[in-house]
């Protein structure tokens, strides 16, 4: 058995979601005012997004701050210089 399996077990749910925070904006897209920022991993690292949510366009991408904790797993030394 590995570290990670002790640290970080197997969630006991089906269906696992992230909170998608409303922001205060504007999508110049679609006009759309459902606007959400959201932690997503991809092949560039973890990142928060701020997308729309009727056109799914992007108005931001950025790392994750300590205060985000995203990823949970992530290092505590990763921004240590």
Not at 24 to 48: E, H, L, Q, T, W
Request: charged share 25%.
């Amino acid at each position: 058995m590995g570290v990670d399996r002790l640290l970080f077990p197997r969630p006991q749910e089906s269906r696992l979601e992230v909170s998608r925070q409303p922001v205060s904006a504007s999508c110049p897209s679609c006009g759309s005012a459902d606007v959400r920022r959201y932690p997503v991993a991809n092949f560039i690292g973890p990142k928060m997004v701020t997308k729309c949510q009727s056109c799914f366009h992007h108005l931001s991408v950025e790392d994750p701050t300590l205060d985000e904790a995203w990823p949970p797993w992530r290092s505590p030394t990763r921004d240590w210089v």
